[in-house]
């Protein structure tokens, strides 16, 4: 079993930065595909990031590519989400969550485990 935590949200002006943290627990880290998920209220939780096990694939959704990036230390069993360019639109209640995939997925039904996400606020 896999336990999560993440941590670094917070308030940012529009077009400022935040980088996101999710440390977990276990010794097998590396063998876990993860992914980086948010929820805004009254809305569906989204796919936002994900990273194979090895950092060496990522994908993005549209409405992030080219101002996020994913990255994973699998020494510290963390993964990052560093979010440039934040918009209004970004604000939420940020997830990781991980799943055995080989591949990143941007399905969130295949994900088994999940933290208790982080806010992230963007002020206008």
């Known amino acids: 079993q896999v336990q999560l935590v993440e941590s670094g949200g917070g308030l940012v002006q529009t077009g400022g930065s935040l980088r996101l943290s999710c440390a977990a627990s276990g010794k097998i880290f590396s063998t876990y595909t993860l992914g980086w998920f948010r929820q805004a209220p009254g809305k569906e939780r989204e796919f936002v990031a994900a990273?194979?096990?090895?950092?060496?694939?990522?994908d993005y959704s549209d409405s992030v590519k080219g101002r996020f990036t994913i990255s994973r230390d699998n020494a510290k069993n963390t993964v990052y989400l560093q979010m440039n360019s934040l918009k209004p639109e970004d604000a939420a209640v940020y997830y990781c969550a991980a799943e055995r995939s080989i591949f990143p997925q941007q399905d969130r039904n295949e994900y088994d485990y999940w933290g208790q996400g982080t806010q992230v606020t963007v002020s206008s």
């Open positions: 990273i194979s096990r090895s950092g060496t694939n990522t």
